[in-house]
Protein backbone atom coordinates (compact mmCIF):
# COMPACT_ATOMS: atom_id res chain seq x y z
CA UNK A 1 0.00 0.00 0.00
CA UNK A 2 2.51 2.04 0.62
CA UNK A 3 4.40 2.00 -2.01
CA UNK A 4 1.38 2.47 -4.49
CA UNK A 5 0.56 5.98 -2.43
CA UNK A 6 4.66 6.86 -2.79
CA UNK A 7 3.94 6.24 -6.45
CA UNK A 8 1.04 8.55 -6.64
CA UNK A 9 2.66 11.03 -4.22
CA UNK A 10 5.31 11.56 -6.57
CA UNK A 11 2.90 12.18 -9.91
CA UNK A 12 1.72 15.10 -7.66
CA UNK A 13 4.73 16.22 -6.54
CA UNK A 14 5.96 16.48 -10.08
CA UNK A 15 2.91 18.35 -10.72
CA UNK A 16 2.51 20.60 -8.09
CA UNK A 17 6.63 21.38 -8.43
CA UNK A 18 5.31 22.67 -12.15
CA UNK A 19 3.07 24.91 -10.91
CA UNK A 20 4.86 26.46 -8.05
CA UNK A 21 8.01 27.06 -10.81
CA UNK A 22 5.50 28.84 -13.15
CA UNK A 23 6.08 32.41 -11.18
CA UNK A 24 9.97 32.14 -10.94
CA UNK A 25 10.25 31.85 -14.74
CA UNK A 26 9.08 35.76 -14.67
CA UNK A 27 7.51 39.01 -12.97
CA UNK A 28 3.90 38.11 -12.21
CA UNK A 29 1.13 40.79 -12.57
CA UNK A 30 -2.06 40.14 -10.16
CA UNK A 31 -3.78 38.63 -13.28
CA UNK A 32 -1.14 35.62 -13.75
CA UNK A 33 -1.15 35.15 -9.68
CA UNK A 34 -4.80 34.59 -9.99
CA UNK A 35 -4.35 32.32 -13.21
CA UNK A 36 -2.03 30.58 -10.83
CA UNK A 37 -4.11 30.25 -8.32
CA UNK A 38 -6.46 28.30 -10.09
CA UNK A 39 -3.72 26.39 -11.15
CA UNK A 40 -2.46 25.16 -7.83
CA UNK A 41 -5.88 24.24 -6.57
CA UNK A 42 -6.75 22.43 -9.52
CA UNK A 43 -3.56 20.16 -8.68
CA UNK A 44 -4.68 20.13 -5.17
CA UNK A 45 -8.11 19.50 -6.11
CA UNK A 46 -6.59 16.34 -8.62
CA UNK A 47 -5.38 15.22 -5.59
CA UNK A 48 -7.36 16.14 -2.77
CA UNK A 49 -7.02 12.89 -1.45
CA UNK A 50 -3.64 13.65 -0.16
CA UNK A 51 -5.05 16.63 1.80
CA UNK A 52 -8.03 15.09 3.49
CA UNK A 53 -6.08 13.77 5.98
CA UNK A 54 -2.36 15.27 5.74
CA UNK A 55 -1.73 14.93 9.22
CA UNK A 56 -3.02 10.74 9.00
CA UNK A 57 -0.73 10.67 6.14
CA UNK A 58 2.69 12.41 6.95
CA UNK A 59 2.82 10.66 10.20
CA UNK A 60 2.23 7.33 8.45
CA UNK A 61 4.77 7.63 6.17
CA UNK A 62 7.90 9.33 6.37
CA UNK A 63 8.73 9.37 2.32
CA UNK A 64 5.96 11.45 2.08
CA UNK A 65 6.27 13.44 5.20
CA UNK A 66 9.63 14.92 4.00
CA UNK A 67 8.80 15.54 0.77
CA UNK A 68 5.18 16.93 1.91
CA UNK A 69 7.15 19.12 4.05
CA UNK A 70 9.50 20.08 0.80
CA UNK A 71 6.63 21.17 -1.08
CA UNK A 72 4.88 23.16 1.56
CA UNK A 73 8.71 25.01 1.55
CA UNK A 74 7.92 25.17 -2.25
CA UNK A 75 4.50 26.91 -1.76
CA UNK A 76 5.89 29.57 0.55
CA UNK A 77 8.84 30.35 -1.57
CA UNK A 78 6.48 30.64 -4.33
CA UNK A 79 3.93 32.79 -2.46
CA UNK A 80 6.94 35.14 -1.43
CA UNK A 81 8.36 35.40 -4.79
CA UNK A 82 4.97 36.51 -5.92
CA UNK A 83 4.49 39.12 -3.83
CA UNK A 84 8.13 40.67 -4.40
CA UNK A 85 7.51 40.80 -7.89
CA UNK A 86 4.24 42.36 -6.78
CA UNK A 87 6.60 44.94 -5.23
CA UNK A 88 8.21 45.20 -8.35
CA UNK A 89 5.91 46.10 -10.32
CA UNK A 90 4.66 48.53 -8.07
CA UNK A 91 0.84 46.50 -7.96
CA UNK A 92 1.86 46.08 -4.36
CA UNK A 93 2.73 48.44 -1.80
CA UNK A 94 6.36 48.00 -0.45
CA UNK A 95 6.12 46.25 2.77
CA UNK A 96 9.12 44.98 5.40
CA UNK A 97 10.10 41.48 4.51
CA UNK A 98 9.07 39.64 7.81
CA UNK A 99 5.18 41.53 6.63
CA UNK A 100 5.80 39.71 3.00
CA UNK A 101 7.64 36.10 4.82
CA UNK A 102 4.04 36.50 7.10
CA UNK A 103 1.64 36.69 3.97
CA UNK A 104 3.30 34.12 2.35
CA UNK A 105 3.01 31.29 5.37
CA UNK A 106 -0.55 32.78 5.18
CA UNK A 107 -1.27 31.91 1.68
CA UNK A 108 0.31 28.64 1.96
CA UNK A 109 -1.94 27.46 5.11
CA UNK A 110 -4.64 28.55 3.19
CA UNK A 111 -4.51 27.25 0.45
CA UNK A 112 -3.13 24.08 1.83
CA UNK A 113 -6.07 23.72 4.09
CA UNK A 114 -8.81 25.01 2.08
CA UNK A 115 -10.45 22.20 1.26
CA UNK A 116 -10.81 20.89 4.48
CA UNK A 117 -11.92 23.91 5.54
CA UNK A 118 -14.98 23.67 2.79
CA UNK A 119 -15.32 20.14 3.79
CA UNK A 120 -15.92 20.39 7.17
CA UNK A 121 -18.51 23.28 6.72
CA UNK A 122 -20.33 21.17 4.58
CA UNK A 123 -19.81 17.46 4.46
CA UNK A 124 -22.69 16.36 2.72
CA UNK A 125 -22.25 18.61 -0.26
CA UNK A 126 -19.80 17.90 -3.04
CA UNK A 127 -16.73 19.96 -3.16
CA UNK A 128 -16.99 21.32 -7.14
CA UNK A 129 -15.41 24.12 -9.15
CA UNK A 130 -17.03 27.08 -6.88
CA UNK A 131 -14.69 25.67 -3.94
CA UNK A 132 -11.43 25.84 -5.43
CA UNK A 133 -12.55 28.92 -6.58
CA UNK A 134 -13.33 30.82 -3.39
CA UNK A 135 -9.99 29.01 -2.14
CA UNK A 136 -8.14 31.19 -5.05
CA UNK A 137 -10.60 34.34 -4.22
CA UNK A 138 -9.61 34.00 -0.38
CA UNK A 139 -5.54 33.61 -0.43
CA UNK A 140 -5.88 36.39 -3.38
CA UNK A 141 -7.74 38.43 -0.60
CA UNK A 142 -4.57 38.14 1.92
CA UNK A 143 -2.48 40.19 -0.39
CA UNK A 144 -5.42 42.71 -1.00
CA UNK A 145 -4.40 44.94 1.69
CA UNK A 146 -1.14 45.69 0.26
CA UNK A 147 -2.24 46.00 -3.71
CA UNK A 148 -2.18 49.21 -5.20
CA UNK A 149 -3.59 51.51 -7.96
CA UNK A 150 -4.56 48.98 -11.54
CA UNK A 151 -3.40 46.18 -9.18
CA UNK A 152 -6.40 46.42 -6.65
CA UNK A 153 -8.78 47.69 -8.99
CA UNK A 154 -8.40 44.59 -11.30
CA UNK A 155 -8.71 42.22 -7.90
CA UNK A 156 -11.77 43.88 -7.39
CA UNK A 157 -13.02 43.48 -10.72
CA UNK A 158 -12.20 39.63 -10.61
CA UNK A 159 -12.99 38.51 -7.44
CA UNK A 160 -16.43 40.31 -7.59
CA UNK A 161 -18.09 37.54 -8.89
CA UNK A 162 -16.73 35.94 -6.47
CA UNK A 163 -19.13 34.23 -3.68
CA UNK A 164 -17.25 33.95 -0.75
CA UNK A 165 -19.31 33.30 1.83
Known sequence: KDEILEAIFADFETRIGQTLSAPARGVARVEDIWTFLHLLFENIWTYRFLYR?????????????????QILAHKMRTAALICEGLVTTGEMKPTSRAELETLAVNMTVLATHWLSFEFVRNPRQTLDQAALTRGAFHVMSLAA???DGRA???YRKMSGSVASA
Open 152 to 154: LEL
Open 53 to 69: DVHDLVSRNRVIETHFK
Open 145 to 147: PYL
